[in-house]
């Protein structure tokens, strides 16, 4: 009998309607804080893991209090804060807890030495904060773009270099822990024991006395040393009643690690470790996977602070990574197997030391591939790019329509080539094909992915997993190294620890939470059966979107994400869509699609940071924008056109509007916009406001013969006068030309020139075609069949004219050669600034709070930006919260809330930090961050042109 007879289903349960008991219950708590459409919900059912369930409610409390509120309701809830998860604890049935939402806190504490911080921060983000300390924190999982603190705590994070030596676990120091009952517990406070054992006396005397059980019983001793003196998040940690002898120190660290099921941790302190400013990174190459692993041993011994493996499937994906070398990118893998090795030191004497040591063992090793150590940091940098993606990339080659799964144990080092003989073994056994093997093999934690389609037939599966749980314990291992427990290995946990054991985290759950509310059926469950129910299947949908694993790492970087959706969101409800359509709900698809339709089409500000931070590459706008394209109609489609034809003049008539906007008597171009935008469509008709510029100054050719660069001023020039009255860019660009004695040629035709940004946005192809072909036209002739550079002034600008320049046109051979777009901010920093004089220290700006722009940020202008900046200002902050602002063209004027929302945080911090002056390099969004900050912000250039005039 298969196991879909015994009663398993693979289907997971997306479309239960939620209960109205639940809901009043919940607003009667807290009221306002409950989401629970069918976008709210279906949206937040799914994280990375390979579980589907749907929650009745999402829920955003902005407290501890507010927790503690719905905790009193006894109601069940889970709680979810990052999504990057990957064992089903972050998803449920139940009510689904945001935590990212409103516990972002960060407090820097002792110099770094120690951070306060909330579950909603994410891991790079702090350590972003920590880097002027030259600290950071302990845990540094691959998914540290995107992770966060809740996360960290709640699966006690390692990572590629922490061991268990500096883990969460062993870097608590306290924490504010809400229990299920309501009482709020600061595990730091001097009195923390005894306000435990008066708020909470049976779970202080329970812990005191399974304390002394453990203790009292020297196989239970025997058993928690072995388990925890590796990597290991199954079941709760034990290790706590033999490391702390107080109630308060061993929930807290029994917390740590429990994925939510003990409590909620609305604040942690944590100490930090030292971030080691240099290092020395290679990645030694083994003919196999066995001689890599046979190698391992005598690399530790050399005292790396990581020792990362990639199978040859690995690196297979591996090489074909952008940011791969030669040696990797040349490779012709067959059997082969890799080592990504890492020393760290703080100063370059013992680096060096370091070095030399590791040359000596490399000499030693059968290697396939020459081998070095590199401390470029470039370099360095790509290669931990490729580990850390590795994952969603690997998952993201997975043929369309079937769910990764990413599995990770851990056993004792002497041990690992065996296990990986046992899973090579298995994979042939049970026909999983291009299953990768990878990890921290200085550990002995191996993670390994598996192709699955879940369908009605779950015998595979769960025959490969019985049989991996029995290879992984009889070498002395844990089924849970680094992931946590979750749903997928919660029925294993007995068999890993025994019944002894297993009772005591009985009683630890049935003391912290008695009525079993808090993550129910993650970590313990008496299903066994419960790893292969709500199993998540995947609908293709689209071509730009189908290679999505649902990692989240897209999340952070969304300006969008606290007003509507993510681009994870996005995705998924695309695919909710398509589900609810093949199961014949068409109410359910209906209902998404209109939701839709401003949550993540109107409100998406296109501006690509998902890309640059998407393993797989997938930039959500590119499908926001056929979605667009599909909404217009003849009439628009031929407007756009025109417009594009008559560009001058359609510009021209712009600049006339916000000139007579901004003359009209108060009050009366707001309500007409308003007017207008209530009869018309909001995502087409602009909202005019008071703190909009006048329009700006027509673009003119210049000509110049035996010029140095074309110079195409961005028609955003014309639209939107400068800020506060100044020159402008396009003056300060002139300017500093001319003082380092360079040609500028501003071509003919120049006013009918734009980047095409304004129809590629908005779906406008045959618009877009139209300008396409005047663009590469015009700057053809005018750069003398691409010899001179074309200059750009505005960063989105230089985007779209590279895109644009680009687009529909093959490989540049002599008959269509190639155009080379730079910024502006490069073309000074590389061609300017070298001829300027070193600007007087009185004449530069004391501070300097930059704003670079998304665009600037995929061009890689960092480096050029940084530059300019530093001959502009003493000290140059970008302050923390900043992200993308989402003015994106005209999405600030149509949606003012995207803006509002995306520059909340950014803004906040440019409030306290009293800069001299504000910039970016693109005057939309200099208008964004004037409207959120109060603040004038210039463009960089034309800060640049007043300090050395």
């Known amino acids: 009998m298969s196991l879909t007879d015994a009663g398993t289903h693979a289907e997971p349960r997306r479309r239960a309607p939620s209960d109205p008991a639940v809901l009043a219950a919940v607003e009667a708590a807290v009221p306002g804080i409950t989401r629970a459409r069918a976008s709210d919900r279906l949206g937040m059912a799914h994280d990375a893991s390979h579980y589907l369930l749907t929650p009745q409610a999402v829920v955003v409390p902005e407290s501890a209090a507010q927790v503690a509120a719905l905790m009193r309701t006894g109601l069940p809830l889970t709680f979810r804060s990052g999504g990057t998860s990957l064992s089903g604890q972050g998803v449920t049935g139940h009510l689904l807890v945001d935590t990212r ?21 994410v891991l790079r983000q702090v350590n972003a904060r920590l880097a002027a300390y030259g600290r950071r924190l302990g845990p540094d999982p691959a998914s540290e773009s995107a992770c966060t603190i809740g996360g960290v705590v709640a699966n006690n994070s390692s990572g590629m270099t922490c061991g268990t030596h500096a883990n ?34 049976a779970l202080a005397e329970g812990l005191e006395r399974l304390r002394d059980r453990i203790r009292g019983n020297p196989e239970s001793v025997r058993r928690i040393t072995a388990q925890f003196a590796i990597k290991n998040t199954m079941g709760y940690g034990l290790n706590s009643f033999l490391d702390h002898d107080s109630p308060a120190q061993i929930l807290a660290h029994l917390v740590i690690g429990s994925e939510g099921t003990l409590g909620f941790v609305a604040e942690a302190v944590l100490r930090t470790v030292p971030a080691h400013r240099l290092a020395a990174t290679g990645l030694l190459v083994f003919s196999s996977l066995r001689e890599a692993m046979a190698a391992t041993p005598e690399l ?23 940011h791969a070398d030669d040696v990797l990118r040349t490779l012709e893998v067959r059997d082969h197997a890799a080592l990504l090795v890492e020393w760290q030191e703080p100063d370059p004497e013992p680096l060096s030391a370091r070095e030399r040591e590791a040359g000596r063992v490399f000499a030693r090793l059968n290697l ?14 790509a290669l931990w790019r490729i580990r850390k993606n590795l994952y969603a990339a690997v998952a993201g080659a997975r043929p369309s329509g079937t769910t990764a799964l990413l599995e990770d144990v851990a056993v004792p080092v002497p041990a690992l080539a065996d296990l990986c003989d046992d899973l090579a073994e298995l994979f042939a056994k049970h026909r999983y094909e291009r299953s990768v093997i990878f990890g921290h093999a200085k550990d002995g934690n191996l993670h390994f992915m598996l192709n699955e389609r879940f369908g009605t037939d779950l015998d595979r599966y769960a025959d490969f997993t019985e049989e991996m749980v029995t290879a992984v314990l009889d070498r002395g291992g844990t089924l849970k190294a680094e992931h946590g427990t979750g749903r997928v290995m919660a029925p294993f946990v007995r068999r890993q620890y025994g019944d002894e054991l297993y009772e005591v ?4 759950k049935r003391l912290c939470d008695p009525a079993g509310t808090l993550n129910p059926g993650v970590v313990l469950t008496d299903d066994p059966k419960a790893h292969l129910r709500d199993l998540k299947t995947v609908v293709s949908v689209e071509p730009e979107v189908d290679r999505c694993v649902e990692c989240g790492y897209c999340e952070p970087v969304c300006p969008s994400r606290d007003l509507t959706t993510t681009p994870r969101q996005r995705i998924v409800l695309r695919r909710e869509i398509a589900a609810a359509e093949a199961a014949g709900d068409h109410a359910l698809a209906r209902q998404l699609a209109e939701e839709y339709d ?9 501006d690509g940071m998902c890309a640059t931070a998407c393993p797989v590459l997938i930039n959500t706008g590119d499908l926001t924008k056929r979605l667009r394209a599909g909404r217009h109609g003849r009439t628009a489609r031929a407007g756009w056109k025109t417009a594009a034809k008559h560009w001058s003049a359609v510009t021209r008539a712009m600049d006339l509007a916000m000139d007579a906007a901004a003359a009209a008597p108060a009050g009366l171009a707001e309500g007409a916009s308003r007017a207008a935008r209530a009869v018309g469509d909001p995502d087409t008709v602009p909202q005019w406001s008071r703190d909009l510029p006048r329009g700006g100054t027509p673009r003119r050719p210049v000509p110049r013969h035996e010029a140095d660069a074309v110079y195409v001023p961005s028609c955003l020039n014309t639209m939107f006068a400068p800020a506060d009255g100044g020159p402008g860019v396009m ?5 500093l030309a001319e003082r380092a004695g360079l040609r500028l040629h501003v071509p003919e035709g120049v006013g009918g020139l734009c980047c095409g940004t304004p129809w590629s946005s908005k779906g406008f192809g045959e618009g877009y075609e139209v300008m396409r072909r005047r663009v590469r036209e015009t700057l053809l002739t005018a750069t003398d069949g691409g010899r001179l550079p074309v200059v750009s002034d505005a960063a989105s600008c230089t985007e779209g004219f590279e895109r644009l320049t680009t687009a529909g046109s093959e490989r540049p051979t002599a008959g269509s050669p190639a155009v080379r777009v730079l910024d502006a901010v490069t073309f000074v920093a590389e061609h300017v600034l070298p001829r300027l004089p070193q600007p007087p220290e009185d004449r530069r700006l004391t501070s300097l709070a930059l704003h670079p722009t998304c665009s600037s940020v995929r061009l890689g202008l960092d480096a050029a930006i940084a530059k300019v900046a530093e001959a502009v200002a003493k000290e140059v902050v970008v302050p923390d919260g900043w992200q993308c602002c989402a003015f994106a063209g005209d999405r600030g004027l149509l949606h003012p809330e995207l803006t509002a929302s995306a520059t909340r945080a950014e803004a906040a911090s440019v409030a306290e930090g009293g800069f001299a002056a504000h910039a970016s390099v693109n005057r939309t969004c200099e208008i964004g961050m004037a409207r959120a900050t109060g603040k004038t912000y210039h463009h960089l250039l034309e800060l640049l042109d007043q300090v050395t005039a």
Not at 598 to 606: E, F, N, S
């Open 505 to 508: 985290m009985r009683e630890i």
């Open 168 to 201: 969460t676990y062993r870097t608590l120091e306290s924490m504010v822990l809400v229990l299920p009952s309501g009482t709020v517990i600061d595990t730091g406070a001097p009195d923390a024991d005894a306000r435990l054992r008066a708020l909470e006396p």
């Open 731 to 735: 003056a300060a660009v002139r300017r």
């Open 368 to 381: 396939a591939a020459p081998a070095r150590l590199s401390g470029d940091s470039a370099g360095r940098a």
């Open 300 to 322: 530790v011994a050399a005292g790396p602070a990581a020792v990362e493996l990639l199978d040859a499937e690995s690196l297979r994906v591996a090489r074909l990574d952008p």
């Open 101 to 121: 939402r409103h516990f972002r806190g960060i407090e820097v504490l002792d110099n770094g030495e120690r951070v306060r911080v909330q579950p909603g921060a």
């Open 598 to 606: 401003y949550d993540a089409v109107d409100t998406c500000a296109v």
